[in-house]
């Protein structure tokens, strides 16, 4: 009797090892799907795309679930073994969806044969007899493709040195940046192996590294967020170990790649130490005024070099914010009481606030082992004027981290954001857009944003409802 009880309890981890074994293996051919789906000729049709990537989402979310529910921790080299399969299937796809991936590729160009990716928007290279430039074929095809050429490059100067590299390996192509994104990826997956300390926490990381909206915008698409978002979470690791000066530099890096970075300036340029002390004691202010040398430092020598014209990513990042307004959720509530001004101050200091609120909290409880980074860009794309699919890339590490549930539900109903006039046509378009047939391009049917804002604040209602029960019934 004790043999065989001995027995099954040590086979029982072997079994669990087969068993994500085996759903990793149906993830993949899902993932194959879904690739295979990119370079076939349905790729523009939005029902064939739906059906696969709710198929991958309910097995990922199956297993997860399961996992969850059985207590079970995922093997950091089962979770990193797939996720690697996973991630060289998805460079052999393309980009579903987005042509932004043309803007990457007409930057590099650009820099290398102008020293600059800033300060020129691509529609002044229209006209070729006015600008004297003689463009290759292919790239006038690339010219041709870009998205709001009249206005600036948007992207920092760490993602013009990545469009750069993948220039380098192979001018005009996107596989490239795909292979560079998607190794950048599975960094970010060991560094989030490496500060998963609860099974919740690992089973979250299998969520993210087997995530197929990770797979659909950072593999197939070639989103760049992931670089930034990858050297965020560096940041936030070597914060967790004292290694400030270190948080300084990965800090700076990924401002430099997105702007969005800059929400996490006070959280992780500040020692631990000096929330345990008074805080404006010489014994503080020193170890910060070094941190945000570090950081400056960095950040302008990152600049520096892409600067010929004395123009910057601010240009486009201005003419963005002033005029750009797609799939926003707040924003485009206060839109309808009031003038765009006056929504983005409203929730301007609406964002001030929460987060006056939570450093406060942050720094005198210092129980927080990991900033809420899921409450942080959480709030700000809630409030913000434009929420782009793989914004929702930011959150999902530290959704990983804290086991955010609401976050996962937001990185499936995100993709909602794809039901465009762009991509409404035919049958599909006539049976769930009727009476919109004068969409633009990037124009929404009226049920779109309801639909997709509502279940996830249905569902972040419901797990606060099940959390208060949980309380009053313990």
């Given at each position: ?7 099954l ?22 993932f ?27 097995l ?7 996992l ?7 093997d ?86 990545s ?56 593999v ?75 950081f ?85 794309l809630v ?53 919109a047939?004068?969409?633009g ?8 944003r ?15 409802l ?9």
């Amino acid at each position: 009797m004790r043999l065989t009880a001995y027995l099954l309890s040590n086979a029982l981890p072997k079994f669990r090892n087969w068993f994500l074994h085996l759903a990793g293996l149906v993830i993949l051919l899902s993932f194959i799907a879904l690739t295979w789906f990119s370079r076939s000729e349905y790729s523009d049709h939005l029902p064939g795309f739906y059906g696969v990537i709710l198929l991958s989402y309910g097995l990922v979310f199956g297993v997860g679930y399961y996992l969850w529910k059985t207590k079970q921790c995922p093997d950091a080299r089962t979770i990193l073994f797939w996720a690697t399969i996973y991630h060289v299937v998805g460079v052999l796809g393309f980009p579903l969806f987005e042509d932004d991936y043309f803007r990457y590729l007409w930057d590099a160009y650009h820099t290398v044969h102008f020293e600059t990716p800033y300060g020129v928007a691509p529609s002044f290279y229209f006209n070729l007899s006015d600008s004297s430039v003689s463009l290759t074929p292919k790239f006038e095809a690339i010219l041709g493709q870009i998205n709001y050429p009249d206005i600036p490059t948007v992207y920092g100067p760490v993602l013009q040195y990545s469009f750069l590299l993948g220039y380098f390996l192979a001018p005009g192509e996107v596989w490239p940046l795909q292979l560079i994104y998607s190794a950048v990826d599975l960094v970010l997956v060991v560094v989030l192996l490496k500060m998963a300390n609860t099974t919740r926490a690992r089973i979250g990381v299998l969520l993210y590294a087997w995530s197929p909206l990770v797979l659909k915008e950072v593999v197939l698409t070639a989103h760049p967020d992931g670089l930034a978002v990858c050297l965020l979470m560096l940041a936030v690791f070597c914060y967790q170990r004292e290694a400030y000066k270190w948080t300084a530099m990965w800090l700076a890096m990924s401002v430099a790649a997105k702007v969005f970075a800059v929400l996490f300036i006070p959280f992780l340029l500040i020692p631990k130490s000096c929330f345990q002390r008074r805080f404006f004691q010489l014994d503080n202010v020193k170890p910060v005024l070094v941190n945000a040398l570090v950081f400056g430092v960095v950040l302008i020598c990152l600049y520096v070099p892409l600067l010929m014209t004395g123009k910057s990513d601010a240009v486009g990042l201005s003419a963005m914010a002033q005029n750009w307004e797609f799939n926003s959720a707040l924003f485009g509530l206060l839109r309808l009481a009031f003038s765009p001004g006056e929504s983005k101050l409203i929730l301007f200091f609406g964002l001030l606030c929460f987060f006056a609120w939570y450093f406060r909290r942050y720094a005198l409880e210092g129980s927080e082992t990991c900033v809420r980074g899921d409450w942080i860009m959480g709030l700000f794309l809630v409030c913000a004027p434009v929420i782009n699919a793989w914004y929702v890339l930011w959150l999902l590490p530290f959704a990983a981290l804290h086991f955010n549930v609401t976050a996962w539900a937001a990185s499936l109903l995100i993709l909602m954001s794809y039901l465009v006039g762009l991509n409404l046509d035919g049958l599909f378009f006539d049976t769930f857009a009727s009476g919109a047939e004068h969409l633009g391009p990037y124009d929404q049917p009226g049920w779109v944003r309801p639909v997709e804002f509502g279940l996830v604040l249905m569902v972040a209602l419901l797990l606060f409802l099940r959390k208060k029960t949980a309380k009053m019934s313990g």
